[in-house]
Nanobody, 123 residues
Framework: QVQLVESAGGSVQAGGSLTLSCAAS????????MAWFRQVPGKEREGVAA????????TYTNSVKGRFTISRDNAKRTVYLQMNSLKPEDTAMYYC????????????????WGQGTQVTVSS
């Protein structure tokens, strides 16, 4: 059993910041690719950022480059998403994902998923 548990999201005003975390537990390799996705009702899930096992490779979708930072703490089996300069269009349910099926990139396929946490940005 593999579990990915995201921290609580929240509501912030445009221009604000928020940090999400995702802790992994269960029968999962200790080191692996992790990523963040987001989804708005009625739209497809969108890859936001991905980080390789030791953080040497990080990719972001264009819309968050320069504003979001993905990082990880392997000792805690936790990945973080620091979100700055938030915009209303960042409002979505954010999902943590682990173990890339093929490439460790933000647009890749992942084997395990968290339950999601809501982020709301008001104008």
């Amino acid at each position: 059993q593999v579990q990915l548990v995201e921290s609580a999201g929240g509501s912030v005003q445009a221009g604000g910041s928020l940090t999400l975390s995702c802790a992994a537990s269960g029968s999962i390799p200790s080191i692996y690719c992790m990523a963040w996705f987001r989804q708005v009702p009625g739209k497809e899930r969108e890859g936001v950022a991905a980080i390789s096992a030791y953080g040497s490779t990080i990719t972001y979708t264009n819309s968050v480059k320069g504003r979001f930072t993905i990082s990880r703490d392997n000792a805690k089996r936790t990945v973080y998403l620091q979100m700055n300069s938030l915009k209303p269009e960042d409002t979505a349910m954010y999902y943590c994902a682990a173990i890339a099926v093929r490439l460790c990139v933000y647009s890749g396929d992942f084997r395990y998923w968290g339950q999601g946490t809501q982020v709301t940005v008001s104008s």
